[in-house]
């Protein structure tokens, strides 16, 4: 691989560090005030300790438990509000897409599209986010070994376009939890492409009976400090200010609050691991 995909991105500061970069932001976008606020934060936290940071925010939320859960504030309203956060605080923003027509759409108004893990398959989706040229940051399944994550990166490739991220974000494990195996990370990056880990979809306990996923916030740490530990290039932190009211997964959410203590914690590990 010549270049990270990550540095097509002009507005990505800090890339050539040793630092990992940062996705983070809420799970959807709830509304103009709350995501500007989420972003800001988490800009300035990160301009601060030179971390590259990348704001993610769902348009619409497509897979639910329940119809009556909260799907989206209107597509074209959420994604303008990701390209004004763009726009304004000069962040590459990213969202996930869930069928082929919307790859076209979103790329509009975003710098990467995000396949979904229960997507990861569906060929024409792959094809259809390739082929917009932007960076494709692809989540590997519940249900697929970090091995099998390699068709999904030759579909983008063969498709032309080498801008590939994976992201790690558990296995199932029974039906209502999930754990990640850490070998995953270097079989995927031996795939010549930076590996994200997802801190906090990694913990979430989905198919719970109420039709509400619960979570284990409380190993959001205990993720990020382990994938750190063995070398991943990137994390993605679901965060809110007060994830008790989030309108989405706010049962794995990490507090808003605690995001900058955890990333000076973060950046000591990776420098003793390049060190």
């Known amino acids: 691989m010549s270049q990270h995909p990550l540095q097509a991105l002009k507005n990505l500061k800090h890339l050539s560090t040793n630092h990992f970069f940062l996705i983070a932001g809420p799970c959807a976008i709830e509304g103009e005030e709350m995501a500007f606020e989420i972003a800001e934060k988490v800009s300035a936290i990160c301009e601060r300790l030179k971390i590259p940071y990348i704001f993610k925010g769902s348009y619409r939320k497509a897979n639910r438990s329940r119809l009556d859960s909260f799907t989206g504030i209107g597509d074209e309203k959420a994604l303008k509000i990701l390209r004004k956060i763009g726009d304004q ?9 869930h069928s082929v027509a919307e790859a076209a759409m979103a790329a509009a108004y975003v710098d990467i599209l995000q396949i979904p893990a229960f997507l990861c398959r569906q060929t024409d989706l792959l094809v259809a986010a390739a082929k917009t040229g932007k960076i494709v940051n692809i989540k590997k399944g519940q249900f697929l070994s970090a091995e099998a994550m390699t068709f999904a990166v030759d579909k983008l490739r063969e498709s ?5 991220l994976l992201t790690e974000r558990g296995t199932t494990f029974g039906y209502q939890d999930l754990v990640v195996d850490f070998r995953g990370i270097p079989v995927m990056q031996s795939f010549k492409t930076p590996v994200v880990l997802d801190c906090t979809h990694s913990l979430q306990q989905p198919n719970q009976a109420s039709g509400v996923t619960g979570g284990k916030p409380g190993l959001i740490k205990t ?4 994938g750190i530990a063995v070398g991943a290039d990137g994390l993605f932190i679901e965060t809110h ?7 989405s997964d706010g049962a794995n959410m990490l507090p808003l609050d605690q995001l900058e203590d955890l990333l000076t914690q ?10």
Do not use: F, H, W, Y
């Not at 605080?89 to 897409?97: A, G, N, Q, S």
């Not at 200010?241 to 309108?247: D, G, I, Q, T």
């Open 266 to 275: 973060l950046l000591k590990i990776r420098m003793a691991v390049v060190s």
């Open 160 to 164: 032309g376009n080498e801008q590939v």
């Open 223 to 226: 993720i990020a400090k382990a």
């Open 89 to 97: 605080l000069t962040l590459p923003v990213t969202t996930d897409i």
């Open 241 to 247: 200010p007060n994830p008790a009211v989030a309108k």
